[in-house]
């Protein structure tokens, strides 16, 4: 066979195997219902719209611990003020005592009595340790408190410029560490209870004073905070 010849029918043959592609497609798109194309790219479409598996959010535990409380316990948090904006909270079983959402804190030392025997709270009240003589209205409430009582003490501001030795001595004996120590403007929280012994390992106290070099805000320290687990009276 010339080489002419053989080109001619190479030519020819890949013209025929074209139209031959070219008509088996046109019969395949008339026999498939226009439908069904239409349905199969939807079903890829929203496969690929499906949204991806997250890991569920991490429940929130009461007072916004990290962790749960262990059963037959109370939850507490006691968070100080600070700056002029950032106000003092006392949570306890993740009811909100004292705080700025309940409109019941405010400068001075703010305090929550709690019923240890019900869980439920017997007063709130701020006493301004600035403006006025509260320190001994303070000490008063301090002592009316029943027996078998917790008590929560955290500071807004300032809870040091007219605070006297009877209110001192009263927190003192009640076993605070730092009250002797507080100053203008110290963040400072404290637990205690009366008529009974708090667990040895939970954390009464904590402290922080205003240093001008330190301050988180102008003026004033950044806040401290205490939280546990108290045990519940045994049934």
């Known amino acids: 066979m010339r080489p002419g010849t053989a080109g001619t029918l190479k030519m020819a043959f890949f013209f025929f195997a074209s139209i031959c592609a070219w008509y088996s497609g046109y019969l395949l798109a008339e026999l498939i219902p226009e439908v069904s194309l239409t349905s199969a790219v939807s079903s890829i479409q929203r496969i690929s719209e499906k949204p991806l598996l997250k890991a569920p959010a991490p429940k929130r535990q009461k007072c916004d611990h990290w962790t749960p409380c262990p059963l037959n316990t109370y939850a507490y948090?006691?968070?100080?003020?600070?700056?002029?904006?950032?106000?003092?909270?006392?949570?306890?079983?993740?009811?909100?005592?004292?705080?700025?959402?309940?409109?019941?804190?405010?400068?001075?030392?703010?305090?929550?009595?709690?019923?240890?025997?019900?869980?439920?709270?017997?007063?709130?009240?701020?006493f301004d340790?600035?403006?006025?003589?509260?320190?001994?209205?303070m000490t008063n409430f301090i002592q009316s408190a029943p027996p078998k009582s917790l008590l929560f003490m955290v500071t807004q501001d300032d809870g040091a410029s007219r605070l006297k030795e009877d209110a001192k001595k009263v927190?003192?004996?009640?076993?605070?560490?730092?009250?002797?120590?507080?100053r203008f403007r110290s963040s400072w929280v404290f637990i205690t209870a009366k008529g009974f012994e708090l667990p040895a390992d939970i954390q009464r106290e904590n402290i922080n004073h205003s240093d001008s070099a330190r301050n988180r805000y102008s003026g004033w320290p950044a806040e401290v905070q205490i939280e546990g687990c108290i045990p519940k009276q045994p049934s």
């Open 77 to 126: 948090r006691l968070l100080s003020g600070g700056g002029k904006d950032k106000y003092a909270k006392i949570c306890f079983e993740d009811e909100l005592l004292m705080g700025e959402k309940t409109r019941n804190v405010g400068r001075g030392i703010n305090i929550a009595i709690v019923n240890y025997m019900t869980g439920k709270a017997i007063a709130t009240q701020y």
């Open 171 to 182: 927190i003192e004996a009640l076993g605070s560490k730092q009250i002797r120590n507080i």
């Open 129 to 137: 340790m600035f403006g006025g003589d509260n320190s001994g209205p």
